[in-house]
């Protein structure tokens, strides 16, 4: 961890570029803020994003992300067997509304559709070959051929070369979404509809960052690609969790019930109330860190750390997990037990001689996530919210009776991890907790109606 801050961190304007990758530069045209190289356009994006979704701008999006929470926890109620389905619609939904202006309302919607469909496509294009390591996986791109490696290979006719296909297909389908969704921001600008979106910010300021309507789509777009999956990952993840570790949840429930009681759903503004709870968030990103290696980072100079000299053009990972699970650092790495952060600050052995430091979740220097502010506050809500609500266990075998295992170490590996399809049972805690989600969800109407556009469902 202190070779992570000491090159990362304290080096950052030496550490900031990204190593090139062909394939990511042919579908994005280099604009994709997470994975373009260090140039003046990702500067301007950067400062942009980070500008606007400091803490402070974020605040002024909390309703919404309450809003958006209570549908959750009421699609919940009537429809448990589909949380994944729920969990995407809502990961989904809260980023669009503060990116675009508008919302997702239905699971289906076109804007759903279509960004899911692109999504998994590009994952393909991002995915290993069969065998590969994750490492080799972000250096090669899977089944495209290492052309960082082979140049020449990039000049094979498409017909010889499917990766080109596919690629394409995937460019094709984000240019037309990102642009759609910029658009319609501009439509809602002359029409005197304005939400106060990020977009509507980003045109505001159009002509001072001189940055092309390409560049701009893919702003938007970068961002939501950043935040829905990686949200829908990690409430899976956190579902994952309570469900295997009943104790835990037992904790939390008595913790919520002693703060918040059974009249009210809790609001972010209680989380400073809940220790246990936010240990409890603090451990699922120990546990499963959705970037395992996180993005590479590449040198711009010379880096000098300790009695090496990491040479310019060096390609640098973060093995966030292995980082997590440092058994040096953490007592019980493989278990989760949020009391590790209940009994020390930073979650670390009590003889542990680490800086005192969380793993970079959210990444770290120039490359840092700009949204960090804003996932950890969708995390915390959608948190409060499920855990306040409702009890999390294993479906039970119908045969057997005997409840069925989840296997808390499937999942996907690569740049972004997410848990494979598990099932569980999601229940009310109560017939209070019920009514007072179908309230508050009604109550919610009115703030989620000023991001409802006309939605068009698949």
């Not at 910010?201 to 938007?220: C, D, F, M, P, V």
């Not at 949840?249 to 059974?262: M, S, T």
């Not at 993005?295 to 990972?317: M, N, S, W």
């Not at 590790?340 to 009590?350: A, D, F, S, V």
Request: hydrophobic residues 35%.
């Amino acid at each position: 961890m202190g070779a992570v801050r000491e090159i990362m961190e304290t080096q950052s304007q030496l550490s900031a570029d990204r190593p090139p990758i062909y394939v990511a530069d042919f579908v994005t045209g280099g604009n994709h803020i997470g994975l373009s190289r260090y140039n003046k356009n990702w500067r301007v994006q950067r400062r942009l994003a980070h500008e606007l979704l400091a803490q402070s701008a974020c605040n002024k999006y909390i309703p919404i992300q309450e809003a958006e929470s209570r549908q959750l926890a009421h699609a919940l109620l009537h429809d448990p067997k589909d949380f994944y389905m729920h969990i995407s619609r809502y990961s989904f939904s809260v980023i669009l509304s503060i990116l675009f202006g508008k919302r997702a309302p239905h699971p289906k919607t076109r804007d759903i559709s279509d960004f899911y469909k692109m999504e998994k496509q590009w994952h393909g294009v991002l995915a290993p070959a069969p065998g590969q390591t994750p490492s080799i996986r972000v250096l090669n791109l899977g089944a495209v051929p290492p052309i960082e490696l082979l140049p020449f290979l990039k000049y094979i006719p498409k017909m010889f070369a499917k990766w080109k296909a596919e690629a394409e297909s995937v460019r094709d389908m984000q240019q037309e979404i990102y642009s759609r969704l910029l658009d319609e921001v501009r439509e809602q600008s002359t029409s005197g509809t304005q939400t106060g979106c990020f977009m509507e910010q980003i045109l505001a300021r159009k002509e001072s960052t001189e940055l092309s309507n390409s560049q701009l789509s893919y702003l938007g777009g970068a961002l939501i690609e950043g935040s829905a999956g990686t949200t829908t990952a990690w409430i899976k993840f956190f579902v994952m969790a309570m469900s295997t570790h009943l104790d835990v949840q037992k904790k939390a429930h008595d913790e919520l019930d002693r703060v918040i009681g059974n009249a009210r759903m809790p609001k972010l503004g209680d989380l400073a109330s809940l220790p246990y709870l936010q240990a409890v968030i603090k451990e699922v990103h120990r546990w499963r860190p959705i970037g395992p290696l996180a993005i590479p980072h590449a040198t711009l100079g010379d880096i000098y750390y300790q009695r090496y000299r990491i040479p310019p053009e060096t390609t640098l990972f973060m093995n966030v997990w292995g980082i997590s699970h440092d058994p040096d650092r953490y007592d019980r790495p493989e278990e989760f037990w949020p009391d590790r952060w209940i009994q020390h600050k930073y979650g670390l052995k009590h003889d542990s001689t680490h800086p005192n430091s969380n793993p970079p979740w959210f990444g770290v220097g120039k490359r840092a996530c700009p949204g960090a502010n804003l996932a950890q506050n969708s995390l915390a809500i959608s948190t409060m919210s499920l855990l306040w609500g409702f009890s999390f266990q294993p479906e039970v075998d119908r045969y057997t009776g005997k409840p069925i295992k989840i296997d808390v170490f499937s999942f996907s590996e690569g740049l972004e991890m997410s848990p494979e399809e598990f099932r569980c049972q999601i229940s009310p805690r109560s017939s209070y907790h019920a009514d007072i989600i179908e309230h508050e969800f009604t109550a919610a109407a009115a703030e989620l109606k000023q991001y409802e556009c006309e939605t068009q469902v698949e």
